[in-house]
């Protein structure tokens, strides 16, 4: 079974500050989404990554798939209320069945 | 218009009774699939159909059923419904099988009491 494990699980910061999140497996995916889900809604797309190495910017959103295509990270500059939600990473492997999400990162931002 | 749409919005019903969730999308895709999202927010495939065709079937009760009359809509049956059932259920589509962007129903938020 592959696992993506997503951290941090929670975090609140005050609004114009950086954060980074993670999303780690033992498993190489073929690649990986980033989703952004709010309260009442069902999951948006955010970026999806391919190639390990990949950097893909939304804006004030950074993405990265790692080079050996386990790992990824979103990072977000000068972070702002409306950034505000649940983040889920979701791998896909060729052959397998379907998406994997990982548990999420629910994150606050404060003004 | 919304692409993927669920009914009900919130569904409370007791131990025992039999009930239907709608899923429908107007995006023209070939896939389906059905989410259950727990209480901690995780989510985890349940179902999918590809061109009305069963391709995934997770280690879900029998007591779900999902039925696709046509491409456009997926409904999930749920019998004798029991406590560890409350969740949000999620309806997703997306353009075939494989690494496309699911596109997701508003969900609907399932009370079993």
């Known amino acids: 079974t592959q696992l993506l494990e997503q951290s941090p699980q929670f975090l609140s910061i005050q609004e114009g500050e950086n954060l980074t999140v993670y999303c780690n497996s033992s498993?190489?995916?073929?690649?990986l989404q980033w989703y952004r889900q709010e309260p009442g809604e069902g999951p948006v797309l955010l970026v999806t990554?391919?190639?390990?190495?990949e950097v893909k910017k939304l804006k004030r959103l950074t993405f990265q798939f790692g080079d050996a295509r386990k790992d990824s990270s979103l990072h977000i500059t000068a972070a702002q209320p409306g950034d505000t939600g649940l983040y889920l990473c979701?791998?896909?492997?060729?052959?397998?069945?379907?998406?994997?999400f990982g548990k999420g990162t629910h994150l606050i931002i404060q003004p | 218009d919304t692409a993927v749409s669920q009914t009900p919005k919130y569904l409370v019903t007791q131990m025992g009774n039999d009930k239907s969730i709608k899923c429908e999308q107007n995006?023209?895709?070939?896939?389906m699939y059905w989410y259950k999202q727990d209480s901690k927010k995780f989510l985890k495939i349940m179902f999918s159909?590809?061109?009305?065709?069963?391709?995934i079937n997770e280690t879900v009760p029998n007591r779900f059923s999902p039925k696709s009359p046509d491409k456009a809509h997926l409904n999930l049956h749920i019998n004798s419904l029991e406590l560890g059932d409350s969740a949000v259920y999620f309806c997703?589509?997306?353009?075939?099988?494989?690494?496309?962007?699911?596109?997701f129903g508003p969900g609907t938020r399932l009370t079993v009491t």
């Open positions: 997703a589509s997306s353009y075939t099988t494989g690494n496309y962007e699911q596109y």
């Open positions: 159909y590809n061109n009305k065709e069963l391709i």
């Open positions: 498993s190489v995916f073929s690649s």
């Open positions: 990554v391919v190639t390990g190495g």
């Open positions: 979701a791998g896909f492997s060729v052959g397998a069945d379907g998406l994997t």
């Open positions: 995006l023209g895709h070939d896939t």
